[in-house]
């Protein structure tokens, strides 16, 4: 089993649409959170940090389920210029103290007009 | 990202050839990571280094090297290069701290082993 785990997709949805994103993982030991926004053939970004109360930024709200090891995106009235592929992140202690990132392989979405 | 800076670009070699993909940051962090991406397997670290005198096997360190030559460049080499290193591969940076702190990351090198 992976130890980071999200849907492929692709998901395509209209302009203006909700749509959420799942993503799973294995290690109860996994500290911190994040999503990452990868557009086609560019260097990963990070779309923000997810916090255990949830947290919003504008059209985006994150989610962290620790007892279900589950964690979630929203993206609320999507634009053409969201279509991305979205990375799951999580951190967790590896050798000694020091902390590792380990990437999904992302969820793509498409947002059509 | 132009405060990370990956060269070359692209690269196409042949199999057993010594290949060196450098990083270079602008960005004053201490921390360097490489990965590579391949389809369906999302990004993989190869190897990381906190600062100039360390250097850390990642996920996938087998077959690769890496140099940390000053704070501010890191290199990945492949010793003898094989075709299941072909990949996209990213150079990150991070500040120190913990790891909670964003990666920044270079455009990336795409490589072909023939």
């Known amino acids: 089993r992976k130890e980071v785990e999200q849907d492929p997709g692709p998901f395509n949805v209209p302009e203006g649409a909700t749509v959420a994103f799942n993503c799973t993982y294995s290690?109860?030991?996994?500290?911190?959170f994040f999503w990452y926004r990868q557009d086609c053939r560019k260097e990963p970004k990070l779309l923000m940090s997810?916090?255990?109360s949830g947290n919003e930024d504008g059209r985006f709200t994150a989610q962290l389920n620790r007892a279900s090891q589950y964690i979630s995106l929203l993206i609320r009235d999507s634009k053409l210029s969201d279509s991305a592929t979205y990375l799951c992140?999580?951190?967790?202690?590896?050798?000694?103290?020091?902390?590792?990132?380990?990437f999904g392989s992302g969820t793509q979405l498409t947002v059509l007009p | 990202d132009a405060d990370v800076t990956q060269t070359p670009r692209n690269r196409i070699t042949k199999t057993g050839k010594r290949i060196m993909l450098e990083c270079s940051q602008t960005?004053?962090?201490?921390?360097m990571y490489w990965y590579r991406q391949d389809p369906g397997l999302g990004l993989r670290l190869i190897y990381y280094?906190?600062?100039?005198?360390?250097?850390n096997k990642g996920e996938i360190s087998d077959g690769y090297s890496v140099s940390r030559q000053a704070q501010a460049k890191f290199s990945l080499s492949l010793e003898s290069a094989i075709p299941n290193q072909t990949a996209l591969y990213f150079c990150?940076?991070?500040?120190?701290?913990?790891?909670?702190?964003?990666?920044?990351f270079g455009d990336g090198t795409r490589l072909s082993i023939l």
């Open positions: 280094s906190f600062d100039v005198k360390d250097i």
């Open positions: 990150a940076t991070s500040v120190g701290g913990g790891g909670d702190q964003p990666q920044h």
């Open positions: 290690n109860s030991a996994s500290q911190s």
């Open positions: 997810v916090y255990s």
């Open positions: 960005k004053g962090h201490d921390r």
């Open positions: 992140v999580v951190t967790r202690i590896s050798s000694g103290s020091a902390r590792q990132l380990t």
